[in-house]
């Protein structure tokens, strides 16, 4: 094992959670599994393969209930996963250099906590407004945020969900199903990139714990509402702490590397 059991099972506790906050919005949590990942793992091929994983796991399953709940038509979500799909697999096949990585990952970290803790700060009304934009704009998105998913091993969602809303692409639960199902997509894009270039690593024993722990949170999450809960609240804080584990991983691991 590459972890102490107790770190480990400390681990496993901070994904549950993890899991089950961000799919009640239609998130894998991959940002949050990489920060974690971080303070027990060192290296990246590693972190970046278990996260894929996991928001693979969480996303599977909310996505099912989404289309099997009508949030979701997949003719309007193809124009962002064509794009996503082959641009993720080609993020994902990079053989990145250590310090590099961990650049690109503390920036995305940083960006991810910020686009989180603006999507809390939305208007909510009671008739949400919706706008009609050019088909080549959801191409651009996809293929953008595919690539940079694909390069830190990350579904995605988390930085087209709030970009989406603040366009007021359409109704909240239909945005957050894209989401779900953008990161289902590109996980699986990337997890194919990552075996082609030969770099997926997976310690076995670590990742079925992780797994067993995301598919329960994941199953709860996408269960229940939030919103009694002061969602808001929880994704403020939860962005706190991404944001300051991207510091950390920029400052420590990317720019001392350079």
């Not at 303070?39 to 909310?62: D, H, K, M, P, W």
């Amino acid at each position: 094992m590459q972890i102490p059991i107790e770190n480990l099972l400390l681990l496993c506790f901070g994904f549950f959670i993890i899991a089950t906050l961000y799919s009640s919005v239609g998130f894998g949590g991959g940002s949050s599994y990489l920060a974690l990942l971080t303070l027990f793992l060192s290296s990246f091929f590693v972190i970046r393969s278990i996260a894929l994983v996991c928001n693979l796991i969480v996303v599977s399953g909310s996505t099912y209930l989404y289309f099997k709940n009508g949030h979701a038509k997949l003719k309007d979500f193809v124009p962002f996963v064509i794009t996503s799909i082959p641009l993720a697999f080609i993020g994902a096949s990079f053989r990145l250099k250590e310090n590099i990585f961990f650049v690109i990952l503390g920036v995305s970290l940083l960006l991810s906590a910020l686009f989180l803790a603006l999507q809390t700060f939305s208007v909510q009304t009671t008739k949400q407004e919706t706008k009609q934009y050019p088909k080549f704009i959801s191409y651009l998105l996809g293929s953008g945020i595919g690539f940079l998913s694909g390069l830190v091993g990350i579904g995605g969602g988390i930085f087209l969900a709030p970009i989406l809303n603040h366009l007021k692409w359409d109704k909240a639960i239909k945005i957050a199903a894209l989401a779900s199902f953008f990161i289902l997509v590109n996980s699986i894009s990337g997890l194919a990139g990552l075996v082609l270039a030969d770099s997926l690593s997976l310690p076995w024993v670590e990742t079925m714990y992780l797994v067993i722990a995301v598919f329960f949170g994941g199953q709860l999450g996408i269960r229940i509402s939030l919103k009694k809960l002061s969602a808001n609240s929880i994704k403020r804080v939860t962005a706190l702490l991404v944001f300051i584990v991207g510091i950390r991983v920029l400052l420590v691991n990317g720019l001392q590397l350079l």
